[in-house]
């Protein structure tokens, strides 16, 4: 009897690490936007998405809402699987076909921009969580017109520079490339295909070579601090985007977004602009600025909860068998 007794409790003692294990289990920050050459929405989110500075920032909350800025870590179809220039139609290469991001694909001349050379350059994508899989960037054609539409034949065939599974520094993935040479207003786009997922990102960032033939200068456009990045965490909306994709409900590119809740006022709650509502009306934490495999706030919750089901399954079978000795005794 004693035998058996020293098992049941070894198999309990079993479950109650496992339990703790599990309850401290969160899912990861992910995905990223590039910061040099600094991308459309990552320069917007810059210039501070309720009160962006310039013209082309004010038009694209205008068309798109400031929830898109806030959420600029995130411009991506989670199905790609490897078929961006299938899936993403002509006209919506910068928003990726997510109707969220909109405003980013407005053709103007005005874009905050970054000045670039022909020759070698380092390329930096601001990541606020790591994944695997390969960079491609895209250039512009000679010809290129940033006041129309952008489109796939727009960019060359081939990428001037592609990385797979590049070095993370500092929170961002650097990796070199050669620029062809342009002259005047041009565009870099980039594909950032994860290799563990069908999930690719997408980033269309302004560059200017020489002279800016759109005459808006090519002053070197802000990337987001980490400062800036922390302050607007709270206000993202992409814990419930990806709590729906792991769940099996995300939407294929070019589909309606559903609508974003309301920015909260300044002075609600704590952290800048308080806590921000998910769609059930829980608050979601800053602690992630966007969320892989589940919701920041309820995915501790809800492993938790099997843990503790697990625990109290194993108090009940210890309890049964002691029942049981006493009986036979």
Known sequence: MTARRNVTVLALLGVAP???????ATPAAAHGSMSDPVSRVAACYAEGPEHPESAACKAAVQVGGAQALYDWNAVRDGNAGGKSKERIPDGKLCSAGNDEYK?????????????MKAGKHTFHYK????????????LTKDGYDPKKPLKWSDLEARPFAKATDPTLTNGEYVFDGTVPARSGRHLVYS?????????AFYTCSDVVFGKDNGGAGSTSAPAPTD????????????????HDHAMGGDRPAGA?????????????G???????PDGAGRPVGGKHLAETGGDGSTAPLTVGGAAVLALGAGVLFLATRRKAARHQG
């Open 103 to 115: 405003g980013l694909d407005l053709p103007r001349a005005d874009w905050p921009s970054t000045p």
């Open 256 to 268: 309606q977004a559903p609508a974003a809740p309301a920015a909260p006022s300044a002075d609600a």
């Open 127 to 138: 990541a606020t969580a790591p994944h695997r899989g390969t960079f491609e960037l895209y």
């Open 18 to 24: 496992v339990a703790l294990t599990v309850l401290t």
């Open 227 to 242: 400062r800036q990045i922390a302050a607007g965490a709270n206000r993202s909306s992409m814990d419930m985007s990806h």
């Open 270 to 276: 704590s952290g800048a602009g308080g806590p921000h």
């Open 191 to 199: 594909i950032w295909q994860r290799s563990d997922s069908p999930e």
